[in-house]
T-cell receptor, first 116, second 115 residues
Framework: AQKITQTQPGMFVQEKEAVTLDCTYD???????LFWYKQPSSGEMIFLIY??????QNATEGRYSLNFQKARKSANLVISASQLGDSAMYFC?????????????FGAGTRLFVKA | SAVISQKPSRDICQRGTSLTIQCQVD?????MFWYRQQPGQSLTLIAT?????????ESGFVIDKFPISRPNLTFSTLTVSNMSPEDSSIYLC????????????FGPGTRLTVT
């Protein structure tokens, strides 16, 4: 069963506008973590933001904020004031505890195109 | 943060051969992970490699095909054995710094093409 769902294969946004990238997840654990990563065309994975399942406040990191709705099991990424350099692939990920440690699984990704 | 390097950065290999990918971290880390990213796809966890114990493989991945070594807290290798064109992917090493929070860092990846 798919545990991380990103329903938007591609998104377009005008430069300087805000954009929301959707992510829903499925877990029966009480303790888990949610991440967003950016992957530009160079291929590197860049950590953007983290939200713990027990965190009551939405996480923010500069222009990035995570809209965490626990009851809905959603963890949408909001990018404010989009820049051309934001054009990239964005992955939502979830960390789950497992025997001997934990593992992080990734969604299919959303490709963001920022238009000048 | 952690600085992670991988060697080689890319390679083109013939089917039936094997390639060993190295991952070096500038900090001691308890948990290291190997991921595969097939062309146009997301990341799939191959295995978790903890120092001092056998690697734990995810469903669909086996030790004979992807043997992993973890000789110390800063280094790991992943071997892709008896390669076929379906193994053409980016292979990424990832770490979580022990006791330093939640962030998980990734290496630059090894881009493998099998002909």
């Amino acid at each position: 069963a798919q545990k991380i769902t990103q329903t938007q294969p591609g998104m377009f946004v005008q430069e300087k506008e805000a954009v929301t990238l959707d992510c829903t997840y499925d877990t029966s654990d009480q303790s888990y973590g949610l991440f967003w990563y950016k992957q530009p065309s160079s291929g590197e994975m860049i950590f953007l933001i983290y939200q713990g399942s027990y965190d009551e406040q939405n996480a923010t990191e500069g222009r990035y904020s995570l809209n965490f709705q626990k009851a809905r099991k959603s963890a949408n990424l909001v990018i404010s004031a989009s820049q051309l350099g934001d054009s990239a692939m964005y992955f939502c990920a979830m960390r789950e505890e497992k025997t001997g440690g934990f593992k992080t699984i990734f969604g299919a990704g959303t490709r963001l195109f920022v238009k000048a | 943060s952690a600085v992670i390097s991988q060697k080689p950065s890319r390679d083109i290999c013939q089917r039936g051969t094997s390639l060993t990918i190295q991952c070096q971290v500038d900090s001691q880390v308890t948990m290291m992970f190997w991921y595969r990213q097939q062309p146009g796809q997301s990341l799939t966890l191959i295995a978790t490699a903890n120092q001092g114990s056998e690697a734990t493989y995810e469903s669909g991945f086996v030790i004979d095909k992807f043997p992993i070594s973890r000789p110390n807290l800063t280094f790991s290798t992943l071997t892709v054995s008896n390669m076929s064109p379906e193994d053409s992917s980016i292979y990424l090493c990832s770490v979580r710094l022990a006791d330093l929070g939640y962030e998980q860092y990734f290496g630059p990846g090894t881009r493998l093409t099998v002909t």
